[in-house]
C-alpha cells in the first residue's frame, strides 16, 4: 500500500478505538505516533487547544492563517501565544497573494462579491499549501460549534487534503470549553469578551446577539457557514 493509503487505513482504525478518547488521550495518541509529523491549526480566538497540545508537545507546529484581513486583537493573540509558549512554532500560511494584489486581479472587496472565492484564495488554499507538509493535523472543531459539525469524530480521515485529521475536543460542551479557560487562566481574544463568538476575518466577523449561534455573526446575511475547510 501506498503512504496515503496507510494513513487512510490507520485513520479508519482510530476512529473506533479512540471514539470515546479523551483530549489528551487523543493528543497523546497523535504525538505519539506522528512525531513531529502533524500539526495544530487554530484561528487565535483562544489557546485551549495549543495548551492542551503543549502537554504533550511543548514545541508542536501551530498552524495560523495570516489572510490579511485579521482583527489587530487577533494578530495580538498570536503572538502573545507565542509568549506564552515559547517552545511552539507558529506556521504563518499566508496567500499567494497579497491583499492589495488580490484586489488588483479580482477588484476590491472580494469578500463582499464572492466570499467563497475569498476563503478559498485565502484560507483554503493557504491550508492546504501547508498541510501538504504534514501527515496529520489537529483542529479545534467541536460538534456544538454548528449543526454542519454536529458528527465530528475525534479522529478521521480527512479526504480533500489528503492527511488523517484529529478532533481532540470535538465532545467538548461550551461549559466544559468554558471551564477549562476559567479554570487554566487560558489566552483567549479579547474581543470574544465584547461579543465576537466566533471570530474570522474582519470584514466577515460581527458580534453575535445574546441567545444567538455563535457563528451567526460569521458571513451575517450572505448565507455562508463555513469558510470551506472543514466541509
Not at 484560507?123 to 449543526?147: C, E, I, M, Q
Not at 478532533?167 to 479557560?181: L, Q, V
Not at 474581543?191 to 444567538?212: D, F, M
Request: glycine share 8%; hydrophobic share 35%.
Amino acid at each position: 500500500m501506498t503512504a496515503t493509503a496507510d494513513y487512510k487505513t490507520l485513520a479508519e482504525r482510530a476512529s473506533k478505538e479512540l471514539a470515546e478518547a479523551t483530549a489528551t488521550e487523543a493528543l497523546r495518541w497523535t504525538a505519539e505516533t506522528f512525531g513531529d509529523d502533524f500539526i495544530v491549526a487554530s484561528n487565535m480566538q483562544d489557546a485551549v487547544l495549543i495548551d492542551l497540545a503543549t502537554q504533550v508537545k511543548p514545541d508542536v507546529d501551530v498552524l495560523f492563517l495570516q489572510t490579511g484581513y485579521h482583527f489587530p486583537e487577533t494578530i495580538g493573540t498570536r503572538d502573545a501565544v507565542q509568549a506564552v509558549y515559547p517552545g511552539v512554532r507558529i506556521v504563518n500560511a499566508e496567500a499567494e497573494q497579497s491583499v492589495a494584489e488580490q484586489d488588483a486581479d479580482y477588484g476590491p472587496k472580494l469578500h463582499e462579491r464572492d466570499p467563497n472565492q475569498c476563503c478559498h484564495l485565502r484560507k483554503v488554499v493557504p491550508l492546504r499549501n501547508t498541510l501538504a507538509k504534514y501527515s496529520a493535523w489537529v483542529t479545534g472543531v467541536r460538534r456544538v460549534d454548528a449543526p454542519t459539525r454536529a458528527n465530528t469524530p475525534i479522529v478521521t480521515w480527512d479526504d480533500r487534503n489528503g492527511l488523517v485529521k484529529i478532533n481532540p475536543i470535538a465532545p467538548w460542551s461550551d461549559d466544559e470549553f468554558n471551564g477549562y479557560i476559567s479554570e487554566h487562566g487560558i489566552l483567549e481574544n479579547p474581543l470574544v469578551s465584547i461579543g465576537y463568538l466566533s471570530i474570522g476575518c474582519a470584514p466577515c466577523t460581527a458580534k453575535v446577539a445574546p441567545g444567538q449561534d455563535p457563528r451567526s455573526g460569521r458571513w451575517a446575511g450572505q448565507g455562508k457557514t463555513e469558510c470551506g475547510l472543514h466541509g
